[in-house]
């Protein structure tokens, strides 16, 4: 499985940005999806995941109230709505996907197994 994603840039606090992975290779409709953020010296940390329905998701902490996970399983895309962003969510972005049938959204690094190159997200002051 092969994960592009895009959709970053250069956007005010304030404003918004949609965040988009398209999956190629194999379908991930079965997968378990999830976004990931890296800030320069820190640790990849959880933004968001979603179930292979899309019925649950899941939030990080930072993600909570402003941030929206959906998939289109029909065009093998997973999406990220970031809304109200603020400076500190200027990070690389990445998408996930693990085919491992977890009870739970997963919302460690290692529990996934494939990975996008990341999308640069900058958000200004």
């Known amino acids: 499985v092969q994960l592009q994603a895009s959709g970053g840039g250069l956007v005010e606090a304030g404003g918004s940005l949609r965040l988009s992975c398209a999956a190629s290779?194999?379908?991930?409709?079965?997968?378990?999806m999830a976004w990931f953020r890296q800030a320069p010296g820190k640790e990849r940390e959880f933004v968001a995941g979603?179930?292979?329905?899309?019925?649950?998701?899941d939030y990080g902490d930072s993600a909570k109230g402003r941030f929206t996970i959906s998939r289109e399983n029909t065009r093998n895309t997973v999406n990220l709505q970031m809304n109200s962003l603020r400076p500190e969510d200027t990070a690389v972005y990445y998408c996930?996907?693990?085919?491992?049938?977890?009870?739970?959204?997963?919302?460690?690094?290692?529990?996934?197994?494939?990975w996008g190159q990341g999308t640069q997200v900058t958000v200004s002051s």
């Open positions: 996930a996907g693990t085919s491992r049938p977890y009870g739970q959204i997963p919302t460690t690094v290692t529990n996934y197994d494939f």
């Open positions: 290779g194999r379908t991930v409709n079965n997968y378990i």
């Open positions: 979603i179930v292979r329905t899309g019925v649950r998701k």
